[in-house]
């Protein structure tokens, strides 16, 4: 990983808009935790809000980081600049990784266990279960969303689709989706470590191994495709 380019990054992530929507995403979620703790103690309060969480706030927070750290650069055009460099194209796409990763975890991934323990502070492995879950499947989307980013300027509205249609719609109806949903992954990571966690199926072995190549081959679509602005010149 190249150190300029992680710092850049970084600065591009917090110093826009997108930064103070990262932070509010997972206040409101813990907010939320907080309020329905003090409303019930039903487990079924604990699910529907650890689920929302995972399904929703989670790949929102990956999308709005990986989009921040590079989409930014592609649609103004600096990436070329940038490119100009001798640096590695694939060291490039792993340093923007590297920051949207640790942004996902912090803010995506984290939260899930901590609003888990708000909701039930003696199920300690419940939370951790979904926290786990929260860094594997963020792990995977915020590959996925820089390759995204990195494919079109359109990132962010065809991360939205994907997350609410197939992770989200598609994903509870039709059950042979979990084999091809970063959220099943997730969800199969947490079953393998809380009992208390269900309705993934896929295992931990596949769910990690599934997220394991996404990643990687994500972030070589990432690293191959910032060498085509280069070929090309039209970007």
Avoid: C
Avoid at 45 to 52: H, K, N, R, T
Avoid at 57 to 85: C, F, M, N, Q, R
């Amino acid at each position: 990983m190249n150190s300029t380019i992680l710092r850049l990054s970084r600065q591009a992530l917090l110093g826009r808009r997108r930064g103070l929507v990262l932070v509010i995403i997972p206040a409101v979620l813990i907010a939320l935790a907080v309020i329905v703790a003090a409303l019930t103690d039903d487990a079924v309060g604990y699910d529907a809000v650890l689920s929302l969480g995972f399904t929703l706030a989670l790949p929102l927070v990956a999308l709005l980081a990986a989009t921040a750290v590079l989409g930014p650069e592609v649609d103004d055009g600096s990436i070329v600049y940038l490119l100009s460099k001798p640096v590695s194209r694939h060291v490039i796409a792993l340093s923007k990784f590297a920051v949207a990763w640790a942004a996902t975890v912090a803010l995506g991934g984290l939260p899930l266990l901590v609003a888990g323990l708000v909701l039930d502070s003696g199920d300690v492995r419940q939370a951790v279960a979904w926290g786990a879950a929260g860094v594997v499947a963020g792990t995977a989307y915020a590959a996925l969303f820089l390759a995204l980013a990195a494919f079109t300027r359109h990132a962010v509205v065809i991360g939205l689709l994907f997350a609410l249609l197939w992770e989200g719609l598609l994903g509870s109806l039709l059950g042979g989706i979990k084999w091809v949903s970063i959220g099943a992954w997730g969800r199969g990571v947490a079953e393998a470590v809380s009992p208390q966690v269900t309705g993934s199926g896929t295992g931990l072995t596949y769910a990690l191994v599934a997220a394991a190549v996404l990643s990687v081959a994500a972030l070589w679509f990432t690293g191959d495709r910032l060498r085509s602005f280069t070929l090309r010149g039209d970007e």
